[in-house]
């Protein structure tokens, strides 16, 4: 059984930093990329970032890009989102997911239970 682990949300001031971490369990994901994906109250869950197994392939959501960092350690099976310059539009609950390549939700084989981020302006 697939676990995913969410850890590092919580309250920040608008433009601190926060740093996300999400350990998988239950299966070997080299065939997949992993990522987040978050949800504001009364909006859809949309992409935020992935990255490879291997690491070499990178994308983030418009949204985030310059702020937000991705990056994996495979001997860990976790991923881990540092963020940076927080903004109130970045409060959201925030998923790990698994996930084959591309920004649709579709793309999602398994999601992470969600920690909340919530930005203070």
């Known amino acids: 059984q697939v676990q995913l682990v969410e850890s590092g949300g919580g309250l920040v001031q608008a433009g601190g930093s926060l740093r996300l971490s999400c350990a998988a369990s239950?299966?070997?994901?080299?065939?997949?990329?992993m990522g987040w994906f978050r949800q504001a109250p009364g909006k859809e869950r949309d992409f935020v970032a992935q990255?490879?197994?291997?690491?070499?392939?990178?994308y983030y959501a418009e949204s985030v890009k310059g702020r937000f960092t991705i990056s994996r350690d495979n001997a860990k099976n976790t991923v881990y989102l540092q963020m940076n310059s927080l903004k109130p539009d970045d409060t959201a609950v925030y998923y790990c997911?698994?996930?084959?390549?591309?920004?649709?939700?579709?793309?999602?084989?398994?999601w992470g239970q969600g920690t909340q981020v919530t930005v203070s302006s």
């Open positions: 997911v698994v996930k084959l390549l591309g920004s649709s939700s579709a793309t999602v084989r398994y």
């Open positions: 239950g299966r070997t994901f080299s065939s997949y990329a």
């Open positions: 990255i490879t197994w291997s690491g070499t392939s990178i």
